[in-house]
């Protein structure tokens, strides 16, 4: 088991900046293929950006491509989303999560340990 707390979420106006941090405790992190996800009031979750199983090869949404870059720190059991030009559509509630299964990294349902969230909040 694997518990996952995220950090770093806020309000800000539309083109700024936030780091998103999410900090893993209970197994080896390092056996994780980490991922973001984010869902807005009446919508369905959505895939935001994700490592690879090597974790060599990261992945996003083609929402925030260009905009937003996952990284990870394994010396400190945390992955990171850092999340640049900000527009209101990014406003939501933002989730990492940990996958060690098959199936494919944009799809939650691979995911087995998730965080509690944290609020993002763009306004124009």
């Known amino acids: 088991q694997v518990q996952l707390v995220e950090s770093g979420g806020g309000l800000v106006q539309a083109g700024a900046s936030l780091r998103l941090a999410c900090v893993a405790s209970g197994r080896t992190f390092s056996n994780y293929a980490m991922g973001w996800f984010r869902q807005a009031p009446g919508k369905e979750r959505e895939f935001v950006a994700a490592f690879s199983r090597s974790g060599g090869v990261t992945y996003y949404g083609d929402s925030v491509k260009g905009r937003f870059t996952i990284s990870r720190d394994n010396a400190v059991n945390t992955v990171y989303l850092q999340m640049n030009g900000l527009k209101p559509e990014d406003t939501a509630v933002y989730y990492c999560?940990?996958?060690?299964?098959?199936?494919?990294?944009?799809?939650?349902?691979?995911?087995?340990?998730w965080g509690q969230g944290t609020q993002v909040t763009v306004s124009s």
């Open positions: 999560a940990a996958r060690t299964g098959p199936g494919g990294f944009a799809s939650g349902i691979n995911y087995a340990y």
